[in-house]
């Protein structure tokens, strides 16, 4: 059977009974419910006012807007119009919007009130809030979906422009379900908080292996600590999906509340989107002691990668599971041969079909279908992987290599240290000096000579920082992950106006 024979991401909501609640929704007053059943005739009704306008399949419509139900109505009804969903980052500038509604061709954008200001100037738009949009949801619902195939292109996700442009992953509707159906295999029934924006990878997979499941959604409108701990106790969430930096603040927000707040009902947490330390985990683990942690891998251009260990054995801290049955790995050095230390390959269905309007790029990263992910990896002996670093984020120190996220492990397992990020610094010796960003546990002193001890008794000494700067927040970038390019440009302020001072010692 060849893909094209093969599920529409549609399908992921026709998987629970039509009374079955999918959807919990906190954005609103009252935190509306909507059934499977509901949701699906909505989603219908979408569909068909998106065709009886004009769009044509395979036309990409923009979503803008901040987390709600109607994100979802939008998402699958773009798709059951046979169109494809082009997810965008509500917090990019204007010129970088234009940028990707320009490379994408996107006709239409659907949108918010909130974000109307960020949709450029002269494209097609309908809000959420508009009668246009209430028309829509009104339509007569469609007993057919648009003619799809499961090689035509389902989502046109840009990713986060760390390197120059965004650039676009084209991912087809038989991938999307491929990896849907093959991670949720064991998830039925789950209730699922997403508190992420849609526009993001983690939250928008969380919500699919949620449906894929029949479970329940409760959706925030955005990430807060406190109320994604009360939403928790109050719909008894038996599954967390987030980034490293949300548990991090949900930590500090229990630790206010003194611990007063039931969460028993969580059964499963998935950490992904970024790498994890040992420190958080064992807080995320003090958290949730009833919950088995995932330390979930994943890269928008292949999505699922490992998995639990087929004989049920505990994954050890940090590592992000063996690999998936039936995905294939390689992890390949820098003299090209396989080994147990490398960078990441990946082949499997879940694989993009490339970027858009990007061959060359394309070419570069797809090799034979597999897929090169520019992330380094260890394997143990036992079959664990372990994320290294990017290989974009590795810098040279005197000709080795340092990986920032070993050594922010090893800061992060120093009981002062809440959180820690390291960044490169110029130096005219040896080219570059790692050095640090700490956010101190509250309340606890700790100095720099201390820090720079611990890292020099517990790796290489020309990985530990030279410089060490105590601040109160780690910035975040627009997808809840730790803004490195704005922590390495404020390192080099800091060096700039103070060369001296900070620790440095070689």
Known sequence: MSASDRSHVGDLLTRAAPDTVALIDR????????????????????????????IEPGARIGILADNSGDYYRAFFGILEAGGVV???????????????????????????????????????????????????????????????????????????????RPKGVLLSHHAVWWT??????????????????????????????????????????????AQYVDAIAEHGVTMCSGVPTMYALVTAELNRRAGRADLASVKRVMIGSAPITAALEDDVARLFPGAAISNSYGTTEAVLEFAPHPDGRPRPPT????????????????????????ELWVRSPGVMTGYHNLADVTAERLVDGWYRTGDVMRRDADGWYFFVGRTDDMFVCAGENIYPDAVEQILERHPAVHQAVVVPVPDELKGQLPAAFVRPEPGVDVTVAELKAWTLERGPAYAHPRRVWFVDEIPLASTNKIDRRALVAEAGRRVADDPVSGGRDD
């Open 86 to 164: 082009v997810p965008l980052n509500t917090k990019l500038p204007v010129d970088t919007q234009r940028y990707i509604v320009d490379d994408a061709a996107i006709g239409l954008v659907i949108s918010d009130e909130a974000n109307v200001a960020r949709v450029p100037q002269g494209v097609p738009l309908v809000t959420f809030e508009s009668d246009e949009w209430a028309a829509m949801l009104a339509s007569p619902a469609a007993t057919e979906r648009a003619a799809t195939g499961g090689d035509d292109i389902a989502l046109h996700i840009y990713t986060s422009g760390s390197t120059g």
């Open 27 to 54: 954005s609103r007053p009252g935190h509306p419910a909507t059934t499977y059943g509901q949701l699906r005739s909505e989603v219908a009704a979408v569909a068909v006012a998106l065709r009886a306008s004009g």
């Open 180 to 225: 849907c159906t093959q991670y949720g295999v064991a998830l039925e029934g789950e209730i699922m908080l997403v508190s992420a924006p849609l526009y993001h990878k983690n939250a928008l997979m969380g919500s699919k292996l949620a449906f894929v499941g029949g479970g329940t959604v409760v959706l925030l409108a955005r990430f807060d600590a």
């Open 319 to 342: 590592s992000v599971g063996v690999r998936h049955p039936n995905v294939e790995v390689r992890l390949v050095g820098e003299d090209g041969a396989d080994g147990d230390h490398g």
